[in-house]
């Protein structure tokens, strides 16, 4: 029951998803942080079981460090993490899937730009401009072809994800109260809103 989503804009990405954890007719948690980051210019926001999302997100992180820490603090560029992702996903398709759904999202400075990669459970990996994972897309993906344009800024990207959060709200039978939106840029990835503090307990 999760809807992670992102935007692509002239200088990074903005990503959003819901905080809602909840499984059959329960809500264990309402400010959960979905968008996982794994390095300094990199998020992934994720769909799934609580979980494999943990686990999924905590075990690339570390093994990204650990690339990072293993060759002279070098680090892999966007579409470099997406692929190491994609592997690992593809690896543990046969032996013990992970159930997750995943917008990954990043900035390189080599480029100058940010990028944003889709992700699903059984492997696949599509570099978009625009993304949705979860019951989202039924009530974004419109938005976002109608919304997303070349040369957009950050104000743009954030107000279309906006109206995605507000389409959310208006249209879909299960509550989503709190949403968090991530920027990701050349200052690194920061917290643009969020519906609860994570922090809280």
Do not use: W
Not at 68 to 95: I, P, V
Request: glycine share 8%.
């Amino acid at each position: 029951m999760d809807s992670v989503f992102g935007v692509e804009y002239d200088g990074g990405v903005v990503l959003a998803a819901d905080q809602s954890n909840a499984r059959s007719i329960l809500v264990y948690q309402t400010n959960l942080d979905k968008i996982k980051e794994l390095s300094s210019h990199s998020a992934m926001g994720v769909a799934g079981p609580n979980a494999d999302v943990v686990n999924f997100t905590e075990y690339i992180a570390k093994n990204l460090k650990l690339y990072e820490l293993s060759n002279d603090g070098m680090k892999l560029s966007t579409h470099a993490q997406a692929n190491f992702a994609r592997g690992e996903l593809a690896t543990a398709l046969r032996r013990g899937p992970y159930q997750v759904n995943i917008l990954l999202g990043g900035y390189d400075d080599s480029t100058k730009k940010g990028s944003l990669y889709f992700l699903d459970y059984l492997a696949s990996c599509q570099k978009v401009k625009y993304g949705s994972q979860g019951y989202a897309s039924s009530f974004c993906l419109s938005i976002m072809d109608k919304e997303c344009r070349d040369g957009m800024s950050e104000a743009d990207a954030i107000a279309i994800v906006e109206k995605c959060i507000t389409e959310i709200h208006t249209r879909f039978l299960i509550s989503q109260k709190n949403f968090m939106i991530k920027v990701i840029d050349k200052d690194g990835v920061r917290v643009n809103k969020f519906g609860a503090d994570p922090a809280e307990t």
